[in-house]
């Protein structure tokens, strides 16, 4: 029986063992065209991540995290480039659903990545209706990207989960589509 919870500390390491069997600098080559996470995390930022956001969310099998998905303000991810790029270039500009599009009303969702044994159920969905519903709280919007050179990430976003195309654009040589959908959240 699966049990999916928001992430405590003593949950770190069995997420990043996870974490480092679908990241893109670590995950094994043959496994990548089934999909891939390309933000390193570690200790440091897993820790920030639970304790400032309460945003990482787990699905445990027994002691194993079969499946996390990272939710957090842009604030919480804007040391990153490709984030700082997002918040600065891309969300000032862009209206979704009739509003304009903000750091303080919309989080950035994912990563996310699912043990492949576990993969063609509906883990995904439950994952993340069940991250979706805590971010609803405090967020109208969820935001995410995805690079065009990850298209079961795409499929599995766009067609499956049913996450609205923003926009299409370029960072750093690469191409992505930036996706969304509403929370529900009520102000």
Same mark, same amino acid.
């Given at each position: 029986?699966?049990?999916?919870?928001?992430?405590?500390?003593?949950?770190?390491?069995?997420?990043?063992?996870?974490?480092?069997?679908?990241?893109?600098?670590?995950?094994?080559?043959?496994?990548?065209?089934?999909?891939?996470?390309?933000?390193?995390?570690?200790?440091?930022?897993?820790?920030?991540?639970?304790?400032?956001?309460?945003?990482?969310?787990?699905?445990?099998?027994?002691?194993?995290?079969?499946?996390?998905?990272?939710?957090?303000?842009?604030?919480?991810?804007?040391?990153?480039?490709?984030?700082?790029?997002?918040?600065?270039?891309?969300?000032? /500009?862009?209206?979704?659903? &009739?509003?304009? %599009?903000?750091?303080?009303? =919309? +989080?950035?969702? $994912?990563?996310? #990545?699912?043990? /492949?044994?576990?993969?063609? &159920?509906?883990? %995904?969905?439950?994952?993340? =209706? +069940?991250?979706? $519903?805590?971010? #609803?709280?405090?967020?109208?919007?969820?935001?995410?990207?995805?690079?065009?050179?990850?298209?079961?990430?795409?499929?599995?976003?766009?067609?499956?989960?049913?996450?609205?195309?923003?926009?299409?654009?370029?960072?750093?040589?690469?191409?992505?589509?930036?996706?969304?959908?509403?929370?529900?959240?009520?102000?």
């Amino acid at each position: 029986m699966l049990e999916f919870k928001i992430a405590e500390l003593s949950d770190i390491e069995a997420t990043l063992e996870l974490h480092a069997k679908y990241q893109v600098d670590t995950i094994d080559p043959k496994d990548k065209k089934d999909g891939f996470v390309t933000t390193p995390f570690g200790k440091e930022e897993l820790k920030d991540l639970i304790e400032q956001e309460s945003g990482l969310f787990i699905a445990k099998d027994g002691d194993k995290v079969v499946a996390y998905v990272m939710s957090a303000s842009w604030e919480f991810w804007s040391k990153w480039p490709m984030f700082a790029f997002m918040i600065n270039e891309l969300l000032p /500009k862009q209206h979704y659903c &009739g509003d304009a %599009l903000s750091s303080e009303n =919309s +989080y950035q969702y $994912g990563p996310i #990545a699912i043990e /492949k044994s576990y993969r063609g &159920g509906e883990l %995904l969905e439950k994952i993340f =209706s +069940y991250a979706l $519903g805590h971010m #609803a709280k405090r967020y109208n919007y969820l935001i995410t990207f995805v690079n065009k050179i990850n298209p079961r990430s795409f499929a599995a976003h766009h067609r499956k989960l049913g996450l609205d195309i923003i926009e299409e654009f370029e960072y750093n040589g690469n191409s992505y589509w930036e996706l969304g959908c509403r929370t529900c959240h009520k102000e």
